[in-house]
């Protein structure tokens, strides 16, 4: 199967450099008329810009436009998507890799290190997707893939207010899944793991964030093999008329793809009319920690079912059948 872009619209935000670069480039190979949106010059003053790419595109016989309005407020999201509009008449997908990054401990974050990193990853994602929505509603069809971070699902140090950010496009993506869905838009998350080219940024890690990266027993932080080109086939695919999945998150990196879950066990469900104290709830954590038996909701309502469905066991009932559609 030719998984083709021909005919299509997409907007790349952070499309000047990085995983976003490459990104634009491959959808611009596969046919796609690309909107390169990168605001340049702030977190990464050198290096190629959203220009660059561009001209990259366009001299290999792609359709490409610039865009450096920032998805950070309301104005700039809606610039961005009239900006597809104005030039290729519609926007069939959004890849959200927009992002930049203040990294202390948590007891030396400040607020002015805390809005820009939850402007730019988080409510740029609102402010991207928001004004897209309509057009993809009428049309019948989107694709809408949101740079998350497995920093946002297992943490790290020096990193609260971006794994906070990140955190907060899982749940997003989750959400327009389940409202997308019926309307032919699919939404799914991205946690990247990619070396970048290395450049002089304001905003580097500090040192002893990267000693932390020693535990793994590598030289290096992120492995060789974690390369863009190696990463940037599962978003292509998340993009594509070809993705059936939605409301997912995947890792990409060195090569090897995953699905990124959170599971709800079974746990232990205490014994009917009674009125558990936090002492029963030490007693039995074992039970509630216990991972041998898991669900993997899809929605807030399948954990309430799967509730449900415990206590009605435990109880000798039966539950109604699930309404279907």
């Given at each position: 199967m030719k998984i083709s872009f021909e005919g299509q619209v997409a907007v790349v935000t952070g499309g000047g450099g990085g995983i976003g670069r490459v990104?634009?480039?491959?959808?611009?190979?596969?046919?796609?008329?690309?909107v390169v949106n990168d605001v340049g010059g702030l977190d990464r003053p050198e290096g190629p810009s959203a220009?660059?790419?561009?001209?990259?595109?366009?001299?290999?016989?792609?359709?490409a436009v610039t865009s450096y309005d920032s998805v950070a407020t309301p104005e700039g999201g809606r610039a961005i998507v009239q900006c597809a509009l104005d030039n290729f008449g519609t926007i069939d997908a959004i890849l959200h890799y927009a992002g930049t990054w203040r990294s202390v401990l948590y007891e030396e974050m400040t607020a002015e290190q805390i809005d820009p990193v939850i402007d730019v990853h988080l409510r740029g994602a609102f402010f991207v997707t928001q004004p897209a929505w309509e057009i993809m509603k009428a049309k019948g069809y989107g694709r809408i893939v949101l740079c998350s971070s497995s920093t946002g699902v297992?943490?790290?140090?020096?990193?609260?207010?971006?794994?906070?950010?990140?955190?907060?496009?899982?749940?997003?993506?989750?959400?327009?899944?389940?409202?997308?869905?019926?309307?032919?838009?699919l939404t799914n998350c991205l946690m990247p793991i990619a070396r970048s080219p290395v450049q002089k940024?304001?905003?580097?890690?500090?040192?002893?964030?990267?000693?932390d990266y020693k535990v793994t027993g590598l030289p290096r932080p992120i492995p060789e093999e974690a390369t863009t080109e190696r990463l940037v086939p599962l978003p292509t695919y998340l993009a594509s008329k070809a993705c059936t999945v939605?409301?997912?998150?995947?890792?990409?990196?060195?090569g090897r793809y995953s699905r990124?879950?959170?599971?709800?066990?079974d746990g232990w469900l205490s014994p009917k009319d009674s009125y558990p104290t936090a002492e029963d709830i030490a007693e039995h954590l074992d039970e509630i920690e216990d991972r041998s038996a898991f669900i993997v909701p899809n929605s807030i309502y399948d954990e309430l079912r799967a509730i449900a469905d415990q206590i009605a066991k435990r109880d000798g009932t039966v539950l109604p059948p699930v309404l279907e559609d």
């Open positions: 990104q634009a480039l491959e959808l611009a190979r596969r046919g796609a008329s690309v220009d660059d790419v561009v001209a990259e595109i366009r001299a290999a016989g792609g359709k297992f943490g790290r140090r020096f990193g609260s207010n971006y794994s906070a950010a990140k955190a907060g496009l899982i749940g997003l993506g989750r959400t327009l899944s389940l409202e997308g869905r019926e309307h032919g838009i940024y304001p905003y580097m890690p500090p040192k002893e964030m990267l000693a939605s409301g997912e998150a995947f890792s990409g990196g060195g990124v879950f959170v599971g709800v066990t």
